[in-house]
């Protein structure tokens, strides 16, 4: 079994910034890709950021520049450093880990809330 848990989300005005945190446990053997997305209100939910176990890094088009996602192998945590914050960047977080053989896990989700 595997879980996968966020944390880090909370209220913060536009401009300002949080980190997001996401730690893996359990029998997760070797992953391959870690990542984050979102999901608003009504919305569908996207794909924020992911990062390789070799570090290669992909980002939303809307948050480059702003957020930078990073991932310690060694404890099985990925991380997503939010900076600017926009309203539009209000959202439920969610955490996901792709084990190298295919299955893949999620977090339950923290709320970020961009508002003034």
């Known amino acids: 079994q595997v879980q996968v848990v966020e944390s880090g989300g909370g209220l913060v005005q536009p401009g300002g910034s949080l980190r997001l945190s996401c730690a893996a446990s359990?029998?997760?053997?070797?992953?391959?890709?870690m990542g984050w997305y979102r999901q608003a209100p009504g919305e569908q939910r996207e794909v924020v950021a992911t990062?390789?176990?070799?570090?290669?890094?992909n980002y939303l088009d809307s948050v480059k520049g702003r957020f930078t996602i990073s991932r310690d192998n060694a404890k099985n945590m990925v991380y997503l450093q939010m900076n600017s914050l926009k309203p539009e960047d209000t959202a439920v977080y969610y955490c996901?880990?792709?084990?190298?053989?295919?299955?893949?896990?999620w977090g339950q989700g923290t709320q970020v809330t961009v508002s003034s």
């Open positions: 359990g029998n997760i053997g070797s992953i391959s890709v």
């Open positions: 990062v390789t176990s070799d570090g290669r890094t």
């Open positions: 996901k880990i792709v084990q190298s053989w295919g299955p893949a896990y």
